[in-house]
């Protein structure tokens, strides 16, 4: 078949062991506050209050650790959790009990910044610890489920899970970088925050689609300081309200997008994220950037990236299940844009072939047997011999509309890669066409990165083992508030499992619904409304829902599309697996 031979000549030397992140360095001991514990952080680069914009912040815990498949079952597994909230002078704001908590598992639970700093207007960054209780799991998991900010205006809202990679884990000279989109279209801020207790120094640069540099701009921070820039004059603001303020774009060599790049000369690097505001339309969406090591020597380029009988030796594969071609679901036509970029690391040359994927598992789409695939991608120079070919910070757009797929398709986007390269680099955009609004995520890691999560200790030997956080069923048919569509794919390539997924709804309270699906093919994506499979279901503003899907036998992934319906909005969310950082991060 056209899948099998694909999967014959793409996997030369896919298989290879993938045992955490190449991008960073073997994690470090640090001093821990109770004996025996096991604590990890992330940050939140930046919580806001701003009573002018009616601008709030919140952030939803989500207490993954427990043991085995069925641990949240024990109300004794738990999370502790202790936040520290700092403002953008670095000063720490004290919170009510220290900041600390602790969360039965799988009990989401939101967690209102203002009334926990008591403060009515403030804006800075927060370092997040946390730990699983007592006699269980010897650490947390997945760093990327631990915690996520969200952003409420009265017509907007964001999520975006708080950044793994702490202080102590990341020492060294790093590129931290993200394609950005069009300014012609879009008005991006960045906020940078220093969760360290020493000072982080380097520069904050952009450059466009080629790679070519457009500015630069030192940067200082001291320990727990944040600073915002306004990315399309790379300059510095004293506000949130003036970062994100929309006005005209004076830099046209970033008309059509590029990449940021935080390049660190201190040993300590800083945490960021990204703002994206439509200049029509009223979006509002968020991202963060990645770390890759700055000092990693590099081979040449290939002049081919093909094998004997135009094999393609794929060293990792990419996934996302948000590809949408004017799919009409939840009462909304969804369409995708993806945004590929590329670090400096390993090779001077990063070359992608990317392929489509149906509900059925079949290949409906692959760059390098279509003719006219270099007019399909912005640039066309970012193509060469059939694939995506980048080199030093470039990046690139393909449209799903102009795609050769039908309208109305839905299914699965992915990327085979030579040589490997991160997920996080690589952005996915969705539109709701009917409101104007869109929503910004990244990719999922497949092949053997997401094989190596089931040699977890404690994780009960499960394949998948994924969570969705910040769900909503809210209102009926006739009267929707909000709701979610999962977008659900077998990533299975080399293997050949069919995955039959359960999916588990959780609660304030704990579990409150699951449901087994229907057979997923290998490569087969789908999209389904959360309100249909859970008929009767339904939460309120203050309890989202956390989903989980587990699958015995096949790597799947589930991302999600956040609905408000009284909003016009849309958020994305990746979703993780619960043991994707356990192989990284240790204490």
Known sequence: TFLAGLAGSWLVGAGEAAHGSPQYPEASKMTEPAVGACWLDVAAPLVVVDPAQQLTSDLLLTATCFPGIDGYRDSHYSTEYQILLFDAAGKEIKLDQGGRLNIPALRPTLVNMKDLSHRDAFFGGAKIRLAPSANQ?????????????????????????????????????????????????????????????EESHGSVRVVDRLGRAVGQHAYRLNPHQTILYRLGELETVATPGEAFAVKPLKEAKLADGGVVVVHNDSEKVPFGYTFIK?????????????HFSADAPMKPARATPYGPNKSFPASALLYTPLLFKGLRVGGLQLDSRI????????????????????????????????????????????????????????????????????????????????????????KVEVTAKE????????FRPGGATAKAYREAADRGNLASDYIVSGAHIIGGASNR???????????????????????????????????????FPPLACRH????????????????????????????????????????????????????????????
């Open 137 to 197: 799991v010897a650490r947390a998991g997945d760093l990327f489920s631990a915690g996520f900010m969200r952003w409420d205006l009265p017509t907007n809202f964001d999520n975006v899970h708080a950044h793994p990679a702490p202080p102590q884990q990341v020492v060294g000279h790093f590129n931290y970088s993200m394609p950005f989109p069009a300014l012609s279209e879009y008005h991006c801020a960045l906020a940078l925050f220093n969760p360290n207790e």
């Open 528 to 587: 389904l409304v959360l309100s249909e499979l859970f008929p009767g279901v339904q939460s309120d503003a203050a309890h989202p829902f956390t989903v989980r899907m587990q699958v015995a036998n096949a790597l799947m992934v589930v991302s999600a599309v956040h609905i408000d319906y009284e909003r016009r909005d849309l958020a994305l969310e990746h979703g993780s697996d619960r043991h994707s950082t356990f192989a990284d991060f240790k204490c």
């Open 435 to 442: 409101w104007g609004r869109v929503a910004f995520t990244h």
């Open 481 to 519: 508030k909000r709701d979610c569509v999962l977008a659900v794919m077998n990533i299975e390539f080399e293997d050949d499992q069919t995955g039959t997924p359960k999916l588990q709804l959780f609660g304030p309270s704990g579990l409150v619904a699951e449901k087994q699906l229907d057979e």
């Open 278 to 290: 439509g200049r029509q339309g009223n979006s509002f969406t968020v991202e963060h950037p990645l």
């Open 339 to 426: 945004y590929l970029s590329s670090s400096r690391w390993v090779e001077e040359a990063l070359w992608l072939m990317p392929f489509a994927t149906t509900g059925n598992g079949e290949i409906a789409w692959v760059s390098n047997r279509d003719d006219q695939f270099a007019e399909r991608v912005a640039p066309s120079a970012a193509t060469n011999q059939g694939v995506v070919r980048l080199t030093e910070f470039q990046s690139c757009r393909i449209d799903a509309r102009a795609l050769p797929l039908p309208d109305g398709f839905s299914g699965g986007f992915g990327m085979a890669t030579i040589p490997k390269t991160s997920h996080s680099l690589q």
